[in-house]
Structures are given as C-alpha cells and as structure tokens.
C-alpha cells in the first residue's frame, strides 16, 4: 500500500503544478494523470480491480437513486461524481440555448434603461445582477456576457469599465456561494454530501447575502470617484440601442426565459420532489436542445467539453488519494494541528480553502477536501454540515483575490483587454483582497456564532 500511496501523491502534486503552470491545457492534465492513476496506484500498487470500479463509478449511473430519491438522499460513493458532470453539462446547454436567443444582453440592456444609464446606480445594480444570475448560471458566462455590455455601455455613456467589471466578478463569485448550482465546487459539495439548494440557500446563502452588503458598500465607497468622474459628459440616451434589439429569436427568447424558470424551479423543490440534480440537468438540456431542434449542432459546439473532461479526469486522481487512505492521514494531521478545537478546526478550513484558491484552482481543492471533512466529522465527531459551509465559502470566496483565483476572474479582466482597459495584478488586488478578507471574517463571524 505504501508504493500506491506515494503514487498517488506524486500524480496529484504533478496534476497540480502543470495545472498552476498551464503549460499544457488542463483537461489534458487530468485525464493524463487519471490514466496514470488507473494503471500506477490502482494496477501496480495495489493491484485492485474493485478500486478501478469504484473509482470509475459508472454503475451508479444505472441505479434509480441517482435519478430519484424518494427518501433521504444518499452520499455519493468516492470516484467520478458523474452526477456533478451530467448537471453541470445540462446547464451548459441551456445558457448556450439562452445565450443564442440574446438573453443575457436583454437583461442588461433592460437593467440599464430602469436606472436612466446614470453611471453609480448602474454600477450598484449590475453589482446585484451579477450576484443574482450566478446563483443559478455558471459566473463564467455570468461575467462573460456582463463585461462585454458594462464594455458597450462605458463607450457609449463615457466612463472607465474596470471599476464596474472589477466588482461584477467579485460579486458573480459572491453569488455563486449562494446556492447548490451557483459554482462549481458548490455542485460538488452538495452531489458528495447529498445536500439540497435549500440547504444551501439558508447556511450560505445567508452569508453570502450578509457579505454582497458589506461588498456593495465597500465597492461604492473604493470606485465612487472614478465613475463619477469619468461620466460628467452628457450623454443623448436616446441614441443607445434598445434591449429589445439584443433579442435575435423572438420566439426563442420566450421558450429559453421558461426552460430557465423550470430549471429554478426544480433546483429549489429537488428536495421535495426527490429528483436529483441529475435528473434536472438532464432534463434541461433535452428541453433545450428538443425546443430548439433546428440550432443543436450551434449549440452543441459551443458547449464546454474541455471543463466536463477536466471534471472526469480530477475526480479519477481524488479518488486515488481516497482509495489509498491519504485523505484519512490529512485529516488527522488537520485534527493535530488544530488540537481537536473546534473553532481553530473551522479557521483552517475557512482560511486555508479560502488562501489555497486564490492561487489555485478551486474545483481541485473542494473535491480533494470533502474526503478529508468526511473524516473529520467521523473522527472529531464534529458536525458535517458546519464543515462543510466552511469549505463551501472558503473554496469560493478565496478564489475572488487574484486574478487567476476563479475562472470568471480571468474571463472579466480579459474582456476588458481586449477592449483596451488591461488590468494588472497590482490593480486587481489592491480591491479584490480587502473586499475577500471583508467576507471571509464576516463567514467566520457567522459561522461560530451560529453553528458552534
């Protein structure tokens, strides 16, 4: 067992510095060092089939549980979390459908009318928006398709756009934590643990409304003089474009605002239905690809295979460390470190998560530490729950510090690149690490005076 061990930590620190270094792309990382899993620590070292099975875990896919629930929701066996990869695509496929009808813009455009295109109640509501869409859609494609009309509407309207996105990334992460969808370790999570968005929604959800007016204020106080300056030049709002000449398929546009409805819907009564997010991802996308039978090929190819590879390849390498008992001798060196306190227990999780993903990608660290959480609370006899929240928060929040920290953080300061606004690492963190450490106390505040 010894040899399987020292694979697999070899395999997944590998993993991980080619991922930091991005020489090479990172699906290709790790399904690469899953391969090597497969026939290194689970053929050479330990010479298990059963490992193989488990860890590849497709026979769950062909059980009823992992469709529907009837009773209470079971945790998902170690290995590729496939309920996490069917969700995630389904969803892929229904922004790419609400993407090709001009959802998103719509919503933009409309938001911008409401508030007369006055520069600080714009900046303050796509604040909001940002926060509220990412709790149901992907904060790349959130921030994706907001840098680009904050981008429009700064050229139109007169003022600097890095203030704007700046705190529309920030905020698209904030609002991610809110629910079960709203990131990608989220999904992983509440797939591992068998946690509901409801779940979600009143344990973090309720920080990360606490902390999106804390950010809020702390935005409006660090950006006000530079929007207000930048937009002093009166501007003929007649001549800006309208939102509805965002919207390219009328009937589209109607179909997609209602997929998009019925996914909401599901997602928040999931747990009194007892279908799983499975199920809702994959009903999703049938219904977008059946309602828009004539654009499958141009939706399909826009999807994401790159990021559900990546997925399957992480899970195989997690589950190398779990299979060989590594993630047990993590907890327990966390378990020393923290001396069995409860409270210094949760500051390592919150902090260390929250450190680890500003540099780092997160999705990695959040499925390499439910395992060692799993074990925490088995042997300190600590609540699950409460662990979990603090991995939740830390995961995603910490990655909103540096520019790399999040997939959305690089989408946002590359559009706004492209359209001649760079913004270096100097720039970015001088706003974003205050405003992380603002909603991480106030996480950790939160978190030992209601749970411990």
């Not at 991005?22 to 620590?41: D, F, M, P, S």
């Not at 501007?235 to 209602?258: N, Q, R, Y």
């Not at 300190?380 to 790399?404: H, K, R």
Request: hydrophobic fraction near 55%; include cysteine.
């Amino acid at each position: 067992m010894l040899l399987a061990q020292v694979l697999a930590v070899l395999i997944f620190i590998v993993m991980f510095v080619m991922i930091i270094t991005e020489k090479i792309e990172r699906q290709y990382v790790t399904l690469g060092c899953a391969l090597l899993t497969l026939i290194l620590v689970f053929g050479v070292g330990m010479h298990s089939l059963t490992a193989v099975k488990d860890t590849l875990n497709v026979h769950s896919i062909f059980t009823v549980d992992f469709w529907y629930q009837a009773g209470e929701a079971s945790e998902e066996s170690s290995g590729i979390n496939w309920a996490t990869i069917i969700f995630i695509a389904g969803m892929m496929v229904m922004v790419e459908g609400m993407a090709r009808v001009g959802f998103f813009r719509w919503l933009c455009m409309r938001l911008a009318k409401m508030v007369n295109y006055k520069t600080i109640p714009l900046f303050i509501t796509f604040m909001v928006m940002s926060a509220i869409l990412a709790m149901f859609i992907d904060s790349i494609t959130v921030i994706l398709f907001l840098a680009a009309v904050t981008v429009e509407l700064a050229s139109l309207l007169k003022f600097n756009p890095v203030p704007m996105i700046l705190a529309e990334i920030f905020c698209a992460n904030l609002g991610g934590s809110a629910t079960m969808c709203g990131d990608p370790p989220n999904i992983i999570i509440g797939t591992s643990l068998g946690y509901s968005f409801a779940d979600f929604v009143t344990n973090t959800g309720v920080m990360a409304g606490i902390s999106l007016i804390a950010v809020v204020i702390f935005f409006y106080f660090s950006f006000r003089k530079e929007l207000t300056e930048g937009s002093k030049e009166k501007v003929d709002t007649s001549t800006l474009p309208t939102p509805e000449s965002a919207i390219t398929d009328k009937v589209g546009f109607v179909i997609s605002t209602i997929i998009f409805l019925v996914a909401v819907v599901l997602l928040v009564t999931h747990a009194m239905t007892g279908l799983t997010v499975a199920f809702i991802g994959l009903f999703i996308a049938l219904a977008t690809l059946i309602t828009s039978w004539k654009y499958i090929p141009e939706i399909m190819k826009k999807v994401d295979y790159k990021t559900i590879l990546f997925f399957i390849g992480l899970f195989v390498v997690v589950g190398g460390l779990e299979q060989t008992g590594i993630l047990e001798i993590v907890a327990e060196f966390i378990s020393k470190v923290s001396g069995g306190n409860l409270y210094m227990m949760i500051g390592i999780i919150i902090w260390v998560s929250a450190i680890a993903s500003a540099f780092i990608d997160n999705i990695p660290f959040a499925a390499t530490m439910i395992p060692v959480i799993k074990t925490l609370a088995v042997t300190q006899g600590v609540s699950l729950e409460t662990l979990a929240w603090a991995l939740s928060m830390g995961t995603d929040i910490g990655g909103s510090a540096t520019p790399i920290g999040a997939s959305a953080n690089v989408v946002g300061t590359s559009v706004a690149a492209k359209a001649g606004h760079p913004v270096g690492w100097g720039e970015y963190c001088k706003k974003a690490v205050p405003a992380t450490i603002i909603v991480l106390v106030i996480c950790t505040v939160y978190i030992f005076l209601r749970y411990l």
